[in-house]
């Protein structure tokens, strides 16, 4: 009796010794970047909206922070936000186009102590930066055509009354 008593012990202890704190699985990050679409970029500057989930019972303050590793765009280092408890609210990060391209924007939350809070999320962005340019030129061409076109109208009625 006393040996298998002894066996079970040592199995016991075999078990949870091998269950060892760096194997356990971390609880979920209660504070994180909901991960969204792919966003396109049509101006030179814009802000980026980032969501963050508050899954606390209070209102948190909050950074969050982007970082890209292309130089063709420029991103601001981190925008300060306040989440409500139990809820979602947008962070925009101020962007900036130098040229056109798909680009990859890493963003991250941290509290004001910079303990980052959850994972890195990864944004799409595709920047076309002289496309708000060409519309603008295409708006104004069609709106001179139009007003020509008037003009020319009301000559006519004019000469053939």
């Given at each position: 009796?006393?040996?298998?008593?002894?066996?079970?012990?040592?199995?016991?202890?075999?078990?949870a010794g091998s269950v060892?704190?760096?194997?356990?699985?971390?609880?979920?990050?209660?504070?994180?970047?909901?991960?969204?679409?792919?966003?396109?970029?049509?101006?030179?500057?814009?802000?980026?909206?980032?969501?963050?989930?508050?899954?606390?019972?209070?209102?948190?303050?909050?950074?969050?922070?982007?970082?890209?590793?292309?130089?063709?765009?420029?991103?601001?280092?981190y925008v300060s936000l306040?989440?409500?408890?139990?809820?979602?609210?947008?962070?925009?990060?101020?962007?900036?186009?130098?040229?056109?391209?798909?680009?990859?924007?890493?963003?991250?939350?941290?509290?004001?102590?910079?303990?980052?809070?959850?994972?890195?999320?990864?944004?799409?962005?595709?920047?076309?930066?002289?496309?708000?340019?060409?519309?603008?030129?295409?708006?104004?061409?069609?709106?001179?055509?139009?007003?020509?076109?008037?003009?020319?109208?009301?000559?006519?009625?004019?000469?053939?009354?």
């Amino acid at each position: 009796m006393m040996k298998k008593i002894l066996v079970l012990l040592s199995l016991v202890l075999t078990i949870a010794g091998s269950v060892s704190p760096a194997n356990a699985t971390l609880p979920q990050a209660q504070v994180f970047i909901v991960p969204g679409s792919d966003i396109n970029m049509v101006s030179r500057e814009s802000k980026v909206p980032v969501s963050v989930q508050n899954n606390y019972d209070r209102p948190i303050r909050i950074r969050v922070h982007a970082q890209t590793t292309n130089a063709s765009l420029n991103v601001q280092d981190y925008v300060s936000l306040t989440v409500p408890a139990n809820s979602r609210k947008d962070a925009l990060v101020p962007v900036t186009a130098i040229a056109s391209g798909s680009f990859t924007l890493k963003v991250w939350v941290t509290t004001f102590t910079d303990l980052r809070l959850g994972t890195t999320t990864e944004i799409k962005l595709t920047a076309n930066p002289d496309i708000e340019l060409f519309l603008l030129f295409g708006f104004a061409g069609l709106i001179l055509i139009l007003l020509a076109l008037g003009v020319i109208r009301m000559r006519r009625r004019k000469q053939s009354a």
